[in-house]
């Protein structure tokens, strides 16, 4: 079955430490997203990659990091700058440029910092 | 900055009643897309309106798109206990690169 998957489901980080979320998917997209969400709030982008070896910040980038080595992969690094890194985040992919078509979303990791 | 803003933030009725949420955009848009997600689950793709079109069915679901008012809504008719969700519109707005910006979303709950 094609899809986008998150692992793990549940995170839990100590504080200084940097922590690695990860989003694969096998829809053959060319485009990955990361978004994070806030209890009861909407999604905001964090980072995303139209290409392999190419990402662009959105508009919460500030204490994450991402690569882009392969198509079907785009894992997001939550670092120890991140102040508040405590939130639900979603990735999601689609087949282009943002907007015009659908966007599949993976399932979600939950990362609580202890 | 979130360009699409959901009206009610919460709905609650019963089952077989209809459902309408509303959506208002602050710029131009190319397209405005409506998601559903369960609670602690990812978003699922429920339909995808041009800025050239003004009303789209799928089942259940009538989505209007009005660029005049920069608004557009979501009719649930004949609802379900299972259409409980929240429901976010997004907008793909020129001014931001085609990027897709979420709203704050409906919490839908249907009674049964």
């Known amino acids: 079955d094609g899809g986008i998957t998150q692992s793990p489901k549940y995170l839990f980080r100590k504080e200084g430490q940097n922590v690695t979320l990860s989003c694969e998917q096998n829809l053959n997209h060319d485009a990955m997203y990361w978004y994070r969400q806030d209890p009861g709030q909407g999604l905001r982008l964090i980072y995303y990659?139209?290409?392999?070896?190419?990402?662009q910040k959105g508009d919460i980038a500030e204490g994450y990091s991402v690569s882009r080595e392969k198509k079907e992969s785009f894992p997001l690094t939550v670092t120890s700058a991140q102040k508040n890194p405590t939130a639900f985040y979603l990735c999601?992919?689609?087949?282009?440029?943002?907007?015009?078509?659908?966007?599949?979303f993976g399932q979600g990791t939950r990362l609580t910092v202890v | 900055s979130q360009q699409g803003e959901e009206d009610p933030q919460a709905l609650s009725i019963q089952e077989g009643e209809n459902a309408t949420m509303n959506c208002s955009y602050k710029?131009?848009?190319?397209?405005l897309q409506w998601y559903r997600q369960n609670s602690g689950r990812g978003l699922v793709h429920l339909i995808l309106i041009r800025s050239n079109e003004r009303e789209k069915h799928s089942g259940r679901l009538r989505v209007t798109l009005d660029t005049s008012k920069k608004s557009s809504s979501l009719l649930i008719t004949a609802s379900r206990a299972a259409d409980t969700a929240s429901y976010f519109c997004?907008?793909?707005?020129?001014?931001?690169?085609?990027?897709?910006?979420f709203g704050e979303g409906t919490q839908l709950t249907v009674n049964p």
């Open positions: 997004a907008t793909d707005a020129r001014t931001s690169g085609s990027r897709l910006t």
């Open positions: 990659s139209q290409i392999v070896n190419d990402f």
């Open positions: 710029t131009s848009i190319n397209n």
């Open positions: 999601a992919s689609s087949k282009g440029q943002w907007g015009g078509t659908e966007a599949f």
